[in-house]
């Protein structure tokens, strides 16, 4: 067994229980889209495609939604796994896509497989525990997902790899801008545990000005976080990789500049113009 194995075992075995209570989200918006995917992707066979590969065929099919914000904090008191299809950000884009490929993949292609699929992969060992069990942070969604056996974390592996030089903590020193840390100060600590254990980790990240080398190495739905030089964040902004028939590497992600899903330039011209990030961190995503 491969030290992936053994993490990903490890992680769906503690994750069980929790999955096994697994009860229906009561706010799931766009079901229609979720079945309009679902049913392209049966008619195309896109189930014997790679991963990476279904991941942005998902994308693609999402593009056009428009960019909405915030439709996760529903609630100050309780965490609902909420859904929607019809509004997406930048990280409920990748992790929507995610999620339907993996359900395309498996056994079960169906509205509860994809419900059960968001579960395991947003929230820390896919277990829903209230807000402070939300993968908050992008390095630390990787990370995570990596250990669960869902992606590979592939920044570290590529060349000009660096050291990710700076530590978070915006959460936790800014919980007014949080409406759940503002409402439950009693819920501050946990995160400020949850950002000291981010920062004991060896994280690694490209800079910009190597992005342009190693776009040949990374491949259509391949992760991206892109790197701000903003005091206690790690990324500001995280899309996915897509390339074209011409085999451009594009940057594919939800914008809010544009208020849409679209596909955008090529990666390392978007980076090229983004005045306050600095590189990337990637994983990618895994086959079942």
């Known amino acids: 067994m491969t030290r992936r194995q ?3 075992a490890a992680a769906v075995a503690l994750a069980t229980p929790a ?13 229609d889209v979720l079945a309009r995917i679902l049913s392209q992707a049966q008619r195309e066979g896109w189930k014997k495609l790679p991963m990476g590969e279904v991941v942005g065929k998902v994308g693609m099919s999402l593009a056009g939604t428009p960019y909405v914000g915030f439709t996760f904090e529903i609630s100050d008191d309780v965490e609902y796994c909420v859904i929607n299809l019809k509004g997406l950000d930048c990280a409920t884009f990748y992790e929507a896509a995610l999620a339907m490929a993996r359900t395309i993949k ?4 169906n509205e509860t497989e994809f419900r059960r ?4 992969i947003r929230y820390r060992g896919g277990r829903m525990n209230g807000y402070t069990s939300r993968l908050h942070y992008a390095i630390d969604y990787f990370f995570d997902n990596e250990r669960k ?3 590979k974390m ?5 060349p000009g790899a660096q050291i990710y030089p700076r530590k978070v903590f915006f959460m936790s020193k800014n919980p007014d801008k949080y409406r759940q840390l503002k409402a439950h100060p009693e819920w ?8 000291t254990s981010i920062n004991d980790r060896r994280n690694f990240y490209i800079p910009k000005d190597r992005i342009a080398d190693d776009e040949t190495l990374l491949k259509t739905g391949d992760i991206i976080g892109l790197t701000t030089t903003a005091a206690g964040l790690d990324v500001s902004h995280t899309g996915m990789c897509y390339r074209d028939d011409q085999g451009v590497l594009r940057f594919l992600h939800a914008s809010s500049l544009k208020n849409e899903v679209v596909l955008d330039v090529r990666l390392s ?3 090229a113009k983004a005045r306050t990030n600095d590189g990337i961190i990637v994983c990618r995503p895994l086959e079942l």
């Open 6 to 8: 053994f993490l990903g």
């Open 154 to 158: 592939l920044s570290q592996d590529l």
């Open 106 to 109: 498996s056994s079960r292609p």
């Open 117 to 120: 699929q968001i579960q395991l």
């Open 188 to 195: 501050v600590p946990a995160i400020e545990k949850m950002e």
């Open 269 to 271: 011209d978007f980076l």
């Open 149 to 151: 056996g869902i992606v």
């Open 19 to 31: 999955l096994a209570r697994f009860q229906t989200a009561d706010h799931f918006e766009g079901k």
